[in-house]
């Protein structure tokens, strides 16, 4: 039997035999075959054994006149029980070659042959009874009606174990074949085919209807609960696949089926039967089909043995499965992983239409993670998940390609990628506590015919991360530009180490302008690199790249030491009437040595920190609020003022900025820079400007570059300003310069 084989092949070993009560054969009379030259014998036989009955049944003759008669019928006929052989016919030895030929060359095992010779001169051999598997040997005259029946009952039962044993080893080795199929499965789906396909088969049926149900884990209970479903369905209940039991419509099949995984045994009833299947892991299932008679005790046994390889298959089958799950699938979300992704992308076939693939990032996961707990933590990127893959079109993909960073590919007709954010309007909810949670997406336009994966992926990647730096919005593009400012930015994080220490970051200073008073009431310090070919770097192109390779640590020092050591030289002049600002970037400020390293270089530039004020971001301030408050107050009680940079940007909460020690607050440029044109500028202004005075904090407005700026924020009643219009930021002996003219002009220091 191999796996295509018709399901009707050897349809006499599985055939089902009834019930016993018919008789050990089925009810059938067992068939005698009379082989005789001597038409009396014939006559003599079917009259002694007319009506007798043995092991239950009658008996049929059918007659032969000679061997050569004899062999045809033994050609046609099945399942002859015993033949009745004399010895002499047509030859002296006829009948001992017609046993030959039954046993060897027709290689017929089953049918018991009983030698009956008139002489005894003509006795065989000892050898050919051995040989040929005779049964018994008798004189005609020694074979009374009793002693007939005596050795017809006993050819009978001999001729019943060799038939059972027959059947038996027809029916293991279409076992062991149909066995060998299943184990060859090459998936889950053939496996399941493959099983009902088999089992059909050996019941002799042609198409049987059948179910194959196995324990799965039950979706979304974290594997914790089993649920039976539908593996497989053939026949009848083709409609079933995929059901779990309760879903299975036919109560009466569900019933039985329940029964069977209940009592762990393989049960049978009328008209069909339930296998149990123990997978030897912990899981159970069942094949239940149905069968028009009940099979015997033989078949049932065979049956016993296909449910452990049709078990020992199942747990093959998942041992791959589960293999394929580890290497493309993410454990924790159930969803394809990166491996999987790039191998996606690598077979898109678009048929011209443009797709993106979309690298989503989680915000600040590390810190949430960090906060949550990482049992909690995965809870929350579960959430994400699925709210992701219910979010999405049918014909999109979800991946999850990095601990908290999802793709998702799909054509771009399928949905806008601002839609993509949706899944975060609403706030996710760990433990009862709402968590909002933001992400950002970069994505790569799919135009063409072949895609490399891996390319790809580290576009979409790239526009991600500048999407988060720039704080341009949600999402972004890719771009050819993109990877040019990505190169430029190696370029840079290379340099930055070598121009340290060459001492190549030299600091310029833009005045800030008391406008109430027309005053000098500040100045802040900006920083340049001045590259040894004498061309300037603005810090917008590196203080990002020092902050992320942490170098920033050690520019910021040198800046710092640089102004304070300014600072004292303006004192010693005896013109320090103001305070000089310096910028300080939440990588410096989150420095265990930040304080430390501050005081060290007021103590070294004889400078008190009552000149200093400190620019620190709105954003710097809101990222880790509870250190934040202590950190502020020592600074403050060392003297220093606190100035919140880039105000109006962030979100911050008033009632947290109450609880801040800071002095002032830095009207974003961006603000002033529309004043004139933008109504939603001009308010927010005035409601910085306004809560600020209300809070007794001072306010500066920078980029001031034209006077309508100046006179809307005097207006305001905005105290300092700041801007190309007064200055830009200068060097130091041009600085100097500027403040001469400056009092000149009537300017007070
Ligand atoms: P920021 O602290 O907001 O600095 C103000 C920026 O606005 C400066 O750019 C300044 O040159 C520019 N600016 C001033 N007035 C005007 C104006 O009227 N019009 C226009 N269009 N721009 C004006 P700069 O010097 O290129 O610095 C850019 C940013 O780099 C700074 O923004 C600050 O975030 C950072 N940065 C500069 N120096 C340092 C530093 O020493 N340390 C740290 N950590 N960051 C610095
Ligand atoms: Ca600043
Ligand atoms: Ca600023």
């Known amino acids: 039997l191999s796996t295509n084989a018709a399901p009707t092949d050897d349809l006499v070993v599985f055939r089902s035999e009834g019930d016993d009560r018919k008789g050990i054969n089925n009810g059938e009379p067992w068939k005698v075959l009379v082989v005789d030259d001597d038409e009396q014998v014939h006559k003599v036989t079917s009259l002694a054994l007319s009506d007798i009955k043995i092991l239950n049944c009658p008996l049929t003759f059918i007659h032969a006149y000679s061997a050569a008669e004899a062999r045809q019928i033994l050609e046609t006929e099945e399942e002859i029980a015993v033949i009745l052989l004399d010895v002499v016919m047509e030859k002296d030895d006829s009948g001992l070659e017609l046993a030959r030929i039954i046993r060897t060359e027709m290689g017929l095992e089953a049918p018991r042959i009983i030698l009956r010779t008139g002489q005894p001169g003509y006795a065989p051999e000892l050898e050919v009874i051995q040989n040929y598997d005779i049964n018994d040997y008798r004189m005609k005259s020694e074979l009374t009606r009793t002693r007939l029946i005596t050795a017809l009952t006993t050819a009978i039962r001999s001729y019943q174990q060799v038939h059972t044993i027959q059947r038996g080893e027809r029916g293991m080795r279409q076992i062991i074949d149909a066995t060998n199929a299943i184990f060859n499965s090459p998936d889950y789906e053939s496996y399941c085919r493959d099983v009902l396909h088999h089992s059909s088969s050996l019941l002799g049926l042609s198409g049987a209807s059948g179910i194959l149900m196995m324990e799965m884990r039950a979706v979304g209970t974290g594997g914790n609960r089993k649920n039976l479903y539908v593996n497989g369905a053939s026949g009848d209940y083709a409609g079933y696949a995929d059901f779990s039991l309760e879903e299975i419509p036919d109560t009466s099949v569900s019933e039985m089926i329940s029964r069977t995984i209940q009592s762990r045994e393989s049960l049978y009833d009328n008209g069909r039967l339930c296998l149990y299947i123990d997978s030897n892991e912990g899981r159970s299932g069942c094949l239940y089909m149905d069968i028009p008679q009940m099979p015997d005790e033989l078949v049932r046994g065979l049956l016993d043995v296909y449910a452990v390889s049709i078990g020992i298959g199942f747990k093959n089958i998942s041992l791959i499965s ?148 720039s704080q341009s919005g949600p999402y972004q593009y890719y771009s050819e530009e993109m990877a040019h400012s990505a190169e430029r930015r190696l370029e840079i994080t290379r340099d930055l180490h070598p121009a340290l220490s060459r001492d190549e970051f030299v600091v310029f200073y833009q005045p800030q302008i008391d406008i109430q008073n027309n005053r000098l009431s500040g100045v802040e310090s900006l920083v340049r690199w001045v590259k040894e070919d004498g061309s300037i770097v603005p810090p917008g192109d590196f203080i990002p790249v020092a902050e992320s390779t942490g170098l920033i640590i050690d520019i910021g020092k040198q800046i710092f030491r640089k102004s304070c050591r300014q600072a004292a030289e303006w004192k010693h002049q005896g013109i320090l009437d103001f305070k000089v600002a310096i910028n300080v970037s939440v990588r410096q400020f989150m420095d265990a040595d930040f304080i430390s390293g501050l005081k060290q270089i007021l103590r070294e530039e004889e400078i008190s920190a009552e000149h200093i004020e400190l620019e620190i971001t709105e954003s710097t301030l809101m990222s880790e609020v509870e250190s934040v408050i202590p950190l502020l107050e020592e600074l403050t009680n060392m003297g220093f003022a606190i100035s919140i940079d880039d105000f109006g940007t962030g979100y911050s909460s008033l009632a947290y900025l109450l609880r801040l020690p800071i002095q002032r607050l830095k009207v974003d440029r ?80």
Request: aromatic residues 10%; negative net charge.
């Open 670 to 749: 961006s603000f002033v820079m529309n004043l004139e044109d933008d109504e939603r500028a001009r308010t927010i202004s005035e409601l910085i400007v306004t809560m600020a005075n209300n809070l007794g904090l001072l306010t500066i407005a920078e980029g001031i570059e034209t006077p309508g700026q100046l006179d809307f924020i005097r207006k305001l009643g905005c105290r300092d300003a700041q801007g190309y219009f007064y200055s830009k930021p200068l060097p130091v002996d041009q600085f100097d310069e500027w403040l001469i003219q400056f009092k000149k002009t009537g300017g007070i220091t």
């Open 322 to 469: 589960q293999l394929n799950q580890y290497a493309y699938f993410d454990q924790l979300c159930r969803l394809p992983n990166r491996t999987r992704f790039l191998l996606d992308i690598n077979a898109l076939e678009t048929g011209g239409e443009p797709y993106f693939v979309a690298v989503l990032d989680i915000d600040n996961f590390s810190a949430i993670n960090n906060a949550l707990g990482h049992k909690n933590g995965d809870l929350l990127i579960q959430a994400i998940a699925d709210r992701l893959a219910n979010s999405l079109p049918a014909d999109y993909s979800l991946a999850r390609i990095g601990g908290d960073t999802f793709g998702i590919l799909g054509p771009e007709a399928g949905m806008h990628p601002s839609q993509l954010v949706g899944p975060f309007e609403r706030p996710f909810v760990i433990k009862n506590t709402p968590f909002p949670i933001s992400a950002t997406i970069g994505l790569a336009r799919l135009e063409g015919r072949r895609f490399e994966g891996v390319e790809v992926l580290k576009n979409a990647d790239m526009a991600m991360k500048i999407a988060k730096s």
